[in-house]
């Protein structure tokens, strides 16, 4: 029965993942032809790639390392000293992350757009807007992965270099002690800081003024790809993407993976009560990193009820609900509120229907398969691991390319759809919450249940989901989380459908010409509500954190 | 030359008041007391890793009752050997001196442990590395936070006298804390009690 189930989930699987980007593939492929060369060639010949590829390195590679410069003093503070409302701060230092980029872009825009600070004006200021954006986005995994390591760290270490001859200065200990205990740790978070940055999407639609990356080029010529005879460079533009994207992305996750792997010491531990030291001095770092982490939310708030008075003074603003109104009723370009609220919700609950119980089977067959096969277990498991080198545009094109375009009218008429590539993006984030949990379960319980006449069913009812039920919560929320706030892969898939989602309302909403008073009151209501509702999701999956590993959010 | 004069520490109750050490070089002196007695504190106080609350420590004449810990040329061993696990035993030694390493290491007994990884040392090899590099920075007092209190005791009572012979070879002031009358005994030239 349970390796049934074994052999149902990785099969389901495989079709979910394989068949959408494998038919995706085979279509460009019959317009562009085999040869990557030509693929990669088109992306710097073609007008609408070209410096792409340099422009999405040198920003994520910029981004990764303002990133590493604003988030490891940050760290250093909430890791070594004392602070009141400790989990508070660590919350609000990690909602940028958890917030879905649509609203970050939002919020940003509020801040430095047409109608707020207006810096956005020229190539030189949008780069800057875009790279601290990324830093703002990313900064909460670089404080995730070192400040478990700061603040548990035995301070014995420290003390003990204190009194010995090369450990008399900082830079002696810095060199010493701190930079080769906490460099894996900084690595294995920049390389996911650069994952992030160079396959961001939003940030980059709505922040730069005419640059593109990889990835919001492949969105863009979406449409036209993958039909022969019609705007063909563009299917050589999506493969030249793809697989320099799908290289990068896989390089990189693959030398986190090393990382953490080879970082074999044992690093001696004292409770963080032990470790923490009182320093005033700390506030210095710590309350700037709190408005910069909550700045761009509250803007997002703001500009919900700030409206621009077209008046005869003109040029003034008004504060009104006017906007969320308009959000509300929607217009005729524009489903209501409510609508793209539903749909969301429908997609979320498809979503976490199918990715948590996938999720959780793929992780119990992988734990089952290290027991008896740990080839076999290694292999899905990285099998598993798979989507997180496809970015949302390469998932959302999949579904496009591979199932969309197989018969265009049928499979806009099937509501459910975009529910797909959530599945493929959350269900491989459920298998790695649930696995070190599965793993970490004593057998012994189950054992006991078993020589007590507890039949499967009623162990896994009665035993391990209670035991799994931290993780479970956890999962279900993130899940619920990412597909709520999923844009990349949405926008690809439903902009030519009838369906919306939130982020596709508040991008559609921001779209709308500048001249409309509206446009953006509206767009920042719609992402208010979407950012409460992900706010709240966040804080009740901390409460049921009881450790932070520095691994997987 | 070691001299404290009229230590005292409180933190939530008095841990010690007015309390005066005088060491001479070679010198070695026991404190013997329970647990939360304070006598990690005192040592802590003494190399500089806590503050007092008054007194003053003198070292060869000069007061170093202000100077920060790295600059006051005390050594510590910890009651469990602090060593670097992303650096090797001969790594961990280069913090106190980057020549030296093999004689330092077979003085402790552990000749050709140079490229040794450090979690893979028992607990008596640890601090044996910890010893070594305590004595290679060549430390004007070695203070000995209760050393081998994690080992059994044939292997402890081995150190201690290993350890003794060491510090009086290098006429090296030490002051050992313990809760052990018959290590104190064995050790130490002076015992100094301390109570709750």
């Known amino acids: 029965?349970?390796?049934?189930?074994?052999?149902?989930?990785?099969?389901?699987?495989?079709?979910?993942?394989?068949?959408?980007?494998?038919?995706?593939?085979?279509?460009?492929?019959?317009?562009?032809?085999?040869?990557?060369?030509?693929?990669?060639?088109?992306?710097?010949?073609?007008?609408?790639?070209?410096?792409?590829?340099?422009?999405?390195?040198?920003?994520?590679?910029?981004?990764?390392?303002?990133?590493?410069?604003?988030?490891?003093?940050?760290?250093?503070?909430?890791?070594?000293?004392?602070?009141?409302?400790?989990?508070?701060?660590?919350?609000?230092?990690?909602?940028?992350?958890?917030?879905?980029?649509?609203?970050?872009?939002?919020?940003?825009?509020?801040?430095?757009?047409?109608?707020?600070?207006?810096?956005?004006?020229?190539?030189?200021?949008?780069?800057?807007?875009?790279?601290?954006?990324?830093?703002?986005?990313?900064?909460?995994?670089?404080?995730?992965?070192?400040?478990?390591?700061?603040?548990?760290?035995?301070?014995?270490?420290?003390?003990?270099?204190?009194?010995?001859?090369?450990?008399?200065?900082?830079?002696?200990?810095?060199?010493?002690?701190?930079?080769?205990?906490?460099?894996?740790?900084?690595?294995?978070?920049?390389?996911?800081?650069?994952?992030?940055?160079?396959?961001?999407?939003?940030?980059?639609?709505?922040?730069?003024?005419?640059?593109?990356?990889l990835e919001s080029v492949m969105a863009e010529v979406s449409s036209s790809a993958g039909i022969q005879g019609y705007m063909e460079p563009t299917s050589d533009i999506v493969m030249g993407a793809s697989l320099i994207q799908f290289t990068i992305l896989l390089t990189s996750l693959w030398l986190t993976s090393v990382i953490q792997r080879d970082r074999k010491a044992i690093l001696p531990q004292a409770r963080p009560e032990h470790v923490r030291k009182p320093n005033s001095r700390g506030w210095l770092v710590i309350v700037p990193a709190l408005i910069f982490a909550v700045l761009p939310l509250i803007s997002v708030v703001i500009g919900s009820f700030r409206i621009r008075d077209l008046g005869e003074s003109g040029g003034g603003f008004r504060w009104g609900t006017d906007g969320w109104n308009q959000a509300y009723h929607g217009s005729f370009s524009f489903a209501p509120m409510s609508e793209a609220i539903l749909n969301s919700l429908g997609y979320a609950t498809i979503t976490i229907l199918v990715a948590l119980p996938l999720g959780y089977a793929l992780a119990t067959t992988i734990n089952d398969l290290e027991k008896r096969s740990p080839n076999l277990a290694r292999l899905l498991d990285v099998f598993t691991m798979l989507p997180f080198a496809l970015s949302a545009a390469m998932v959302g094109l999949g579904v496009l390319l591979g199932i969309i375009k197989l018969d265009v009218s049928s499979a806009y008429q099937f509501w459910a759809l975009p529910s797909l590539a959530h599945i493929m993006l959350t269900t491989p984030f459920v298998v790695r919450i649930m696995l070190p949990a599965i793993r970490s379960l004593d057998n012994s319980y189950d054992e006991n249940a078993r020589v007590l006449g507890m039949g499967e069913f009623s162990r896994f009812v009665k035993i391990k989901i209670p035991l799994l039920k931290g993780s479970i919560i956890i999962s279900s929320i993130f899940v619920i989380a990412m597909s709520l706030g999923e844009f990349g892969a949405s926008f690809i898939v439903a902009k030519n459908s009838?369906?919306?989602?939130?982020?596709?309302?508040?991008?559609?909403?921001?779209?709308?010409?500048?001249k409309d008073p509206l446009s953006a009151p509206a767009s920042n209501a719609v992402a208010t509500v979407l950012m409460l509702i992900t706010m709240g999701l966040f804080m009740f999956a901390e409460r049921f954190r009881n450790n932070r590993d520095g691994g997987m959010f | 030359?070691?001299?404290?004069?009229?230590?005292?520490?409180?933190?939530?109750?008095?841990?010690?008041?007015?309390?005066?050490?005088?060491?001479?070089?070679?010198?070695?002196?026991?404190?013997?007391?329970?647990?939360?007695?304070?006598?990690?504190?005192?040592?802590?106080?003494?190399?500089?890793?806590?503050?007092?609350?008054?007194?003053?420590?003198?070292?060869?004449?000069?007061?170093?009752?202000?100077?920060?810990?790295?600059?006051?040329?005390?050594?510590?061993?910890?009651?469990?050997?602090?060593?670097?696990?992303?650096?090797?035993?001969?790594?961990?030694?280069?913090?106190?001196?980057?020549?030296?390493?093999?004689?330092?290491?077979?003085?402790?007994?552990?000749?050709?442990?140079?490229?040794?990884?450090?979690?893979?040392?028992?607990?008596?090899?640890?601090?044996?590395?910890?010893?070594?590099?305590?004595?290679?920075?060549?430390?004007?007092?070695?203070?000995?936070?209760?050393?081998?209190?994690?080992?059994?005791?044939?292997?402890?009572?081995?150190?201690?006298?290993?350890?003794?012979?060491?510090?009086?070879?290098?006429?090296?002031?030490?002051?050992?804390?313990?809760?052990?009358?018959?290590?104190?005994?064995?050790?130490?030239?002076?015992?100094?009690?301390?109570s709750d």
């Open chain 1, 1 to 213: 029965m349970r390796r049934l189930a074994s052999a149902f989930a990785v099969m389901l699987y495989s079709m979910l993942i394989l068949i959408p980007i494998g038919l995706a593939t085979q279509r460009l492929i019959l317009v562009t032809g085999p040869n990557p060369y030509d693929w990669t060639k088109s992306l710097s010949e073609n007008y609408i790639s070209q410096n792409v590829l340099e422009f999405t390195l040198v920003q994520a590679v910029s981004s990764t390392l303002l990133t590493i410069i604003i988030s490891l003093p940050i760290a250093w503070s909430l890791g070594r000293h004392r602070w009141p409302f400790e989990s508070l701060i660590r919350t609000v230092l990690t909602l940028p992350f958890v917030i879905p980029s649509i609203i970050a872009a939002m919020g940003i825009l509020t801040i430095v757009g047409p109608y707020g600070l207006d810096i956005r004006t020229n190539e030189n200021t949008w780069w800057w807007t875009l790279i601290i954006s990324h830093a703002w986005f990313n900064m909460a995994l670089i404080i995730r992965f070192c400040e478990p390591l700061l603040s548990k760290l035995d301070p014995a270490l420290e003390e003990q270099l204190r009194l010995l001859p090369h450990g008399r200065t900082r830079a002696s200990r810095l060199k010493n002690l701190w930079v080769p205990l906490l460099l894996p740790s900084v690595v294995a978070a920049a390389c996911m800081t650069f994952v992030f940055s160079f396959t961001s999407f939003a940030l980059v639609r709505w922040i730069t003024v005419r640059d593109n990356t």
């Open chain 1, 498 to 514: 009838d369906w919306t989602t939130l982020p596709l309302l508040i991008d559609a909403w921001r779209a709308k010409p500048m």
């Open chain 2, 1 to 194: 030359m070691l001299d404290c004069e009229a230590l005292t520490k409180a933190f939530d109750k008095t841990l010690f008041k007015n309390l005066d050490i005088h060491l001479g070089p070679g010198e070695i002196l026991a404190v013997l007391g329970p647990s939360g007695c304070g006598k990690s504190t005192l040592l802590r106080c003494i190399c500089g890793l806590e503050s007092l609350d008054s007194g003053t420590i003198r070292l060869n004449e000069i007061d170093i009752t202000n100077f920060e810990a790295e600059d006051r040329g005390i050594g510590l061993i910890f009651q469990r050997p602090v060593l670097y696990p992303h650096l090797s035993v001969s790594g961990n030694l280069s913090l106190a001196s980057k020549s030296g390493h093999e004689e330092a290491l077979e003085e402790v007994g552990l000749s050709g442990f140079e490229g040794r990884a450090v979690e893979n040392l028992s607990g008596g090899e640890g601090q044996r590395v910890a010893l070594a590099r305590a004595l290679l920075a060549e430390p004007n007092v070695l203070l000995l936070d209760e050393p081998f209190s994690a080992l059994d005791s044939d292997l402890s009572v081995r150190l201690l006298k290993d350890v003794r012979q060491l510090l009086k070879k290098r006429k090296c002031p030490a002051i050992l804390v313990t809760h052990n009358q018959q290590e104190a005994e064995m050790f130490s030239d002076r015992i100094l009690e301390m």
